[in-house]
C-alpha cells in the first residue's frame, strides 16, 4: 500500500503537468473545450466561480501564502456557491461586494474571471506548482514561489531532477543563491533521508471531496473518509456501471479532478489539484458491494475477509461470510463480531464547548442558542475563552458575570431550552486554573484547556492537567492532548493517569470535533472507555456552521465503539449538570 502511494507521489509533479497540457491543448480534438477557455461565452455559472475560487485557495495553501487569504477565498467560494443570483451579473453590475465575504481583492479576481474566462494567477500557479517540487522545496525551507523560481532557473520539473542539478554544484547558477545558500541547501538536501511523506488530508475536506465526487458520479464514497479517519490518505469512489468506460470519463471531466494518472479497464486514480490522489472503482452492479468492502476497509480488515464474496450491496457480501454487517468505522482490525450499537449524532442532546463574539466567536450568546434549538438540542454551554489564552481577548470575571445576565436573557427567550453559563478556562504553567474559584463555582460547565506551553516534558505536565482536573469546579478536559493533525504532534501528558483521576474526580474528557483537533482520537476513546471514564462529545464551534462538527466528533467517538451510555451529553441535562 505505501509503495503504491510513493509511486503515486513520484509520478504526481510530471503526469500533473503532462495532462494539464492534454487538457487543455486538445479541446478541438476531445470535442469539448475546457470551461472558460471559450471566451465568446459570456456566462460564468456560480459553480465554476466556486470551483475557481477554491482551487485558487487550495494553491495559496500549498504555496504557503497568508492562511487568511487563503480561507477567505475559500469562504468567499461557499457563499457564491449557495448564493440565489448569478454571481457574474453581481460582477458586472459591480454589485458583488454585496456578499458577504467578498471585499476589494476577490472582487478584482472576480472581474479577471467573468471577463477573460480564468484568473491569470491561478492558471500559472496551476502550470508551475508541481507539488512534489514544493514539498522538497519545504523540506529546505523556501517558500513555494522561490522553489518554483529556482526549478524554473534550473531547468527542472521533479524533486528528483532538483536534487541531481544541486549535485552537480548548478544551485549557484541561480539568482540569488550565493555559496553560503548553496552550502545550505546542499547540507539539507543531504541529511534528507527520504522525502518527507505528503500530508493526508484532513477529515471534513476529505469527506467533502469524496462525497461531492460520488454524488457527481451516482456512486458512493469509500476509502479513509468512510471510515471517518482523522487524517485521510486513501481516497476512493465505488460507482457500479455495466459501462465503466462512462463513469471514467465523466470522473476526468469533473472539476475536482485536474488529472487522471493510471487508468485501466475499470479502475483511475485521479488527482486534485492539491495533488491528492483520488481512485475510483467501477464495478459491475452485481458487485458493488463487494468493491464497497475492499475499498473502505483499512487492509487489515480487507485481507482478513478475502475472498470476498459477489453481492451487489454490502448486506449481501456480510450475509454471504455469514457475519454481522460492521460499520465503516470498525473495520480497521481484524473483526468478524457482533459490533455494539454505537452512539449517533441523533443521540446527542445537547452541545457542551462552544464560543460566542464574548471571545473569538462570530455569533451571539442567542444565536448559537438558536441554532442549537434547530439542531434538535435541550442545552448548549457557552464557553468562551479566559485571558490567559493569548491571541484572542478572554473573559476576565467582571466579564464572565456580564455574560452571566446575558446569558440570562437568552434563556428567558429561549426557554424551555437551556443555555447554560460555561467557560474554556486555560490551565496555567503551574496548573492552577485562569480564574478564581469562586467565579468558577458560579458557572454550570466548566471546560479546562491546555492551550500554550504544549511542549512541557512528560511528568510536568501530567502533574499540570491533573492538578487542574481536581479543581471541583472543573466538569470536562478539553482536546486532551493538544494535537494538530499533521501540524502539532500529541503534548506528552500521561493519558493513562489523567483517566485514572477522571474516573476519581468525575471529569469528563472531550472529543473535540474540530477537524484539525479530533481530540481525543478514536484510539485514546477506546482507551477512555476501557478505563471507565465518560465521553463529551463536542464541537469547540466558533460560528452556527461550526455546530454541524457534531459529525466529526461523535463519528470519532465510534471510531474508539463509543456507544450512547458512554457519551455524557447524550443524557438529559439535569444528569449532565450532576456530578
Ligand atoms: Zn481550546
Ligand atoms: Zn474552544
Not at 503526469?15 to 471559450?38: K, M, N, V, Y
Not at 475536482?256 to 493510471?262: E, G, L, T
Request: aromatic content about 4%.
Amino acid at each position: 500500500m505505501d509503495a503504491q502511494r510513493g509511486y503515486l507521489r513520484d509520478r504526481l509533479a510530471a503526469t500533473l503537468f503532462r495532462a494539464r497540457e492534454h487538457r487543455t491543448g486538445c479541446s478541438s480534438s476531445c470535442g469539448e473545450a475546457s470551461p472558460g477557455a471559450d471566451r465568446d461565452t459570456p456566462a460564468v455559472d456560480n459553480g465554476r466561480i466556486a470551483d475557481r475560487l477554491e482551487a485558487f485557495a487550495s494553491l495559496l495553501e500549498l504555496s504557503e501564502a497568508n492562511p487568511y487569504t487563503a480561507r477567505a477565498y475559500r469562504r468567499a467560494a461557499e457563499t457564491i456557491r449557495s448564493a440565489a443570483v448569478p454571481v457574474d451579473e453581481l460582477v458586472r453590475t459591480r454589485r458583488v461586494r454585496r456578499l458577504r465575504g467578498i471585499g476589494p481583492g476577490i472582487e478584482t479576481r472576480l472581474r479577471e474571471l467573468v471577463e477573460t474566462g480564468e484568473i491569470e494567477e491561478l492558471a500559472e500557479l496551476e502550470r508551475e506548482l508541481a507539488p512534489g517540487l514544493v514539498g522538497l522545496g519545504r523540506y529546505l525551507g523556501l517558500s513555494a514561489r522561490r522553489s518554483v523560481e529556482i526549478a524554473r532557473a534550473l531547468g527542472v520539473r521533479t524533486p528528483e531532477e532538483l536534487r541531481e542539478a544541486a549535485a552537480a554544484g548548478r544551485l549557484q547558477s541561480v539568482p540569488g543563491i550565493g555559496p553560503k545558500m548553496e552550502a545550505r541547501l546542499l547540507e539539507a538536501l543531504a541529511r534528507e533521508v527520504e522525502p518527507k511523506p505528503q500530508r493526508g488530508l484532513l477529515l471534513n475536506r476529505a469527506r467533502e471531496l469524496v462525497i461531492g465526487i460520488a454524488e457527481a458520479l451516482g456512486g458512493e464514497p469509500a476509502g479513509d473518509p468512510r471510515r471517518w479517519r482523522d487524517s485521510c490518505d486513501l481516497l476512493a469512489v465505488v460507482c457500479a456501471a455495466a459501462d465503466a468506460g462512462d463513469v471514467i470519463e465523466r470522473f476526468a471531466e469533473l472539476p475536482q479532478i485536474v488529472a487522471v494518472i493510471d487508468r485501466s479497464e475499470r479502475q483511475a486514480v485521479g488527482l486534485t489539484v492539491e495533488g491528492v490522489p483520488v481512485g475510483l472503482a467501477v464495478p459491475e452492479p452485481g458487485r458493488l458491494g463487494t468493491a464497497l468492502v475492499r475499498a473502505t476497509g483499512a487492509a487489515p480488515y480487507v485481507a482478513a475477509l478475502e475472498p470476498v464474496p459477489d453481492a451487489p450491496d454490502e448486506a449481501g457480501v456480510y450475509a454471504a461470510l455469514g457475519i454481522p454487517w460492521c460499520p465503516p468505522e470498525l473495520r480497521e482490525e481484524p473483526f468478524r463480531g457482533e459490533p455494539p450499537e454505537l452512539v449517533a449524532v441523533a443521540d446527542i442532546r445537547g452541545d457542551l464547548h462552544c464560543h460566542t463574539t464574548w471571545s473569538d466567536g462570530r455569533a451571539s450568546v442567542e444565536e448559537m442558542g438558536r441554532a442549537a434549538i434547530e439542531r434538535g438540542y435541550d442545552y448548549l454551554a457557552i464557553c468562551d475563552h479566559t485571558p490567559a489564552v493569548g491571541a484572542v481577548s478572554g473573559l476576565r470575571p467582571d466579564d464572565v458575570r456580564r455574560q452571566g445576565e446575558e446569558i440570562e436573557a437568552a434563556n428567558e427567550a429561549l426557554a424551555p431550552f437551556r443555555v447554560l453559563r460555561g467557560i474554556e478556562c486555560d490551565i496555567l504553567p503551574d496548573g492552577r486554573l485562569d480564574l478564581p474559584d469562586d467565579v468558577l463555582a458560579e458557572l454550570d460547565w466548566v471546560q479546562a484547556s491546555v492551550h500554550g506551553g504544549q511542549r512541557m516534558p512528560g511528568p510536568e505536565m501530567t502533574k499540570r492537567v491533573v492538578e487542574a482536573m481536581r479543581n471541583p469546579s472543573v466538569r470536562c478536559l478539553s482536546h486532551p492532548t493538544g494535537r494538530m493533525i499533521g501540524r502539532r504532534p500529541e503534548n506528552a501528558v500521561d493519558l493513562a493517569r489523567v483517566f485514572e483521576v477522571a474516573l476519581e474526580t468525575g471529569v469528563a474528557v472531550e472529543v473535540n470535533g474540530l477537524a484539525p483537533r479530533l481530540d481525543l482520537s478514536g484510539e485514546h476513546v477506546r482507551e477512555a472507555l476501557r478505563a471507565g471514564v465518560r465521553i463529551v462529545c463536542s464541537t469547540d464551534a466558533h460560528s452556527i456552521l461550526g455546530l454541524a462538527n457534531m459529525e466529526l466528533s461523535v463519528h470519532t467517538a465510534r471510531r474508539g465503539w463509543a456507544t450512547a451510555a458512554d457519551v455524557l451529553n447524550t443524557r438529559p441535562l439535569d444528569e449532565v449538570l450532576r456530578r
